[in-house]
């Protein structure tokens, strides 16, 4: 099964993610994340074996993390697939830390995937039309959290969508 670990937002900042997504959409087109869908991708797994995945379950229903508040201030775009996403100005060192310590862990498990550089972001809009998000309103949103989630993406006729396997414990 596809699995990754990620952040998913509380339900009042999930509206106000969406509402950057209905803005962004206005002016650059493309496919507009459905607000159930919308999160921060900790750390992508990939294809993994069920025996592994139950592991996975009981590891994270057991590793707290320290909390922390991710300030969203700025607008990014990924050039080859077209995305448009929100995020800070640069990497937040609270975010990276806690990407590099789960995949410390995860490769102390066998785990493979690290990838060489990590920019959090939550992805609004795929395969924008234009790539251009200037003259939007800077987005001024607080994120915060105390525990992330395991989560399986299912990919049917009507696209992917996510399950949540599994939290760690809230701090
Ligand atoms: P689809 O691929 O069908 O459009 P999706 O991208 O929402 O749907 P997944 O591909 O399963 O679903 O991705 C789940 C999360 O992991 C997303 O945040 C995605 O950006 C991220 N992700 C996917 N592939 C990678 C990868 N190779 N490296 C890093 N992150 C990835
Ligand atoms: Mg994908």
Do not use: K
Request: net charge positive; aromatic share 8%; hydrophobic share 40%.
């Amino acid at each position: 099964m596809r699995l990754f670990l990620a952040l998913m937002p509380p339900p009042s900042l999930r509206g106000r993610l969406g509402a950057l997504a209905d803005a962004a959409q206005a002016r650059c087109g493309g496919r507009r994340m459905p607000d159930e869908s919308l999160h921060l991708t900790l750390a992508f797994l990939g294809e993994v074996e069920e025996t592994r995945a139950a592991a996975l379950v009981d590891w994270v229903s057991r590793l707290a993390v320290p909390p922390g508040e991710w300030r969203l201030n700025a607008w990014g775009r990924f050039q080859r697939p077209g995305i448009v996403w929100v995020g800070g100005q640069a990497p937040d060192p609270s975010l990276v830390a806690l990407h590099c310590r789960l995949w410390d862990e995860l490769e102390s498990q066998g785990l493979e995937g690290r990838p060489s550089r990590y920019v959090p972001h939550v992805t609004l809009l795929r395969r924008a039309e234009r790539l251009e998000t200037e003259g939007l309103p800077t987005p001024a949103l607080t994120w915060r959290y105390n525990r992330f989630e395991l989560i399986q993406s299912i990919t049917d006729a009507r696209g992917s969508r996510y399950v949540s396997l599994a939290h760690s414990p809230e701090r």
